[in-house]
């Protein structure tokens, strides 16, 4: 009989906050619950208003619950690429067994291990990711376990972000009642989910444009090479919309989504809808063409940007070209724009999930396809989750059940999970 686990995936967006509530059965994911609200609180991806934050979270928390009539109390989170940085590290150990095998035990020493190196003080650890084990001298190995060793080594990539971040985040999670079952930067499950292994291998680029910021991952050798932000993204469109029509802002983000088109050569010049102007009762008539061009001057600038961070970032080429997500993404128009601006092949990429087919929901996604994947790696699938409770009516009755033992060591560690949940009594109470 297959055992199926619960997921709950949190992404916390300058436009909206999403939650995802996902059922893993035999490798599948089926989508349950969906909680998706205008968040308040966060600008460019940095959260600057906490009471507002918290209170968007438990909107979508709420809506999702009562699509599967449970309480959520953990959830995968997904964090923001600002101020991430990647680091290489290599943790080596000795194995430890009588018979040399090596064990589940000798991963955690080993990527505990990595973590020796020194972290600045303003900084905080997020996640380790192997990327090949050796063993006596032996490389590219993917996963060492049964292998007969006497040193095994760990060569991988160190994520850190900025300590107030973080903390910010982890202080709107749990004032919003919630527990962190794993915590990822956001572009590196977007980017693991939306590439294949081809493009994540060739060198590509996942760009995902949210409401407030873009965020950039690239993928090389299979592995993410670097993650950034840039504070543009939707709502600048929205904002130029209602500036130039001089229409409410309400009103831009609706003409945006229903009319919008980002190349002029391909925008219609037939489409012609009528937009209120604020202080007058009077309407005045536009066509597509015409607000084509004010989008695309605004995501012209965009994309160049983009250019100028991946310079920056030391990406000098992307053979395997680019993939767009995020929910500006799917505007009509936009990959036409890029492949002229990037000068490199472009894809739109959308889950293919019933109730999630927008790519806005790549990175929520992605949240519960990366957890589970470690889970399935390191034996952890079929414990009982803690993700959801029984239904809400019951639940009131019931004493809070204990949130789950730490597991054996994930990819990202257990370490760092476990620091993660202390964080809430180190600097909250």
């Known amino acids: 009989m297959s055992q199926s686990e619960l997921y709950v995936s949190l992404d916390i967006g300058s436009s909206s906050v999403k939650v995802l509530i996902g059922e893993m059965t035999n490798k599948s994911l089926h989508v349950i619950g969906v909680g998706n609200v205008k968040s308040s609180g966060i600008k460019k991806g940095a959260i600057v208003d906490i009471d507002a934050t918290v209170q968007s979270i438990k909107k979508a928390v709420d809506q999702a619950e009562r699509m599967i009539g449970k309480e959520i109390h953990e959830v995968v989170l997904g964090i923001p690429a600002n101020q ?51 063993v006596d001298h032996l490389g590219e190995i993917k996963d060492p376990r049964g292998m007969i060793g006497i040193r095994l080594e760990m060569d991988g990539t160190m994520v850190t972000t900025s300590k107030t971040v973080l903390h910010n985040v982890l202080r709107c999670v749990e004032r919003a009642g919630l527990e962190i079952r794993e915590i990822y930067v956001q572009p590196l499950v977007a980017g693991s989910y939306a590439l294949t292994e081809d493009e994540k291998n060739h060198g590509t680029a996942c760009i995902d444009i949210g409401g407030g910021s873009t965020s950039i991952a690239v993928f090389r ?81 965009l994309f160049e940007l983009i250019l100028d961070e991946l310079y920056r970032l030391g990406i000098e080429e992307l053979p395997g070209g680019v993939v767009l997500t995020g929910g500006m993404a799917k505007m009509d128009g936009l990959p036409e724009l890029a492949r002229s601006i990037l000068q490199s092949r472009v894809r739109l990429f959308t889950p293919e999930f019933i109730g999630v087919r927008e790519p806005q929901y790549t990175t929520a996604v992605g949240l519960i396809q990366y957890a589970y994947a470690e889970d399935l790696f390191y034996g952890n699938v079929g414990h009982s989750s803690a993700a959801a409770h029984s239904p809400k009516a019951e639940h ?22 476990s620091k993660a949940k202390k964080m809430f009594d180190r600097f909250f109470e």
């Open 221 to 301: 050798d299979g592995y993410l090479r670097a993650a950034s932000v840039i504070p543009v993204g939707g709502d600048h469109v929205t904002k130029d919309l209602s500036i130039v029509l001089k229409t409410p802002t309400e009103q831009a983000e609706k003409i945006k989504l229903e009319h919008g088109h980002a190349f002029f050569d391909d925008a219609s010049e037939e489409e012609v809808f009528e937009v209120p102007v604020i202080g007058s009762d009077s309407r005045e008539q536009y066509s597509q063409k015409y607000i084509s061009e004010i989008i695309g001057v605004r995501m012209e600038e």
């Open 396 to 417: 009131v009755e019931q004493q809070p059940k204990k949130q789950k033992q730490p597991k054996q060591p994930k990819q990202d560690n257990e370490g760092v999970v």
């Open 84 to 134: 991430v940085a990647l680091q290489p590290v290599k943790g080596i150990v000795a194995v430890n067994s009588e018979n040399r095998e090596i064990t589940d035990e000798d991963l955690e020493r080993v990527l505990e291990a990595a973590q020796v190196m020194s972290i600045p003080p303003e900084r905080e650890l997020v996640n380790i990711i192997p990327e090949e084990y050796v």
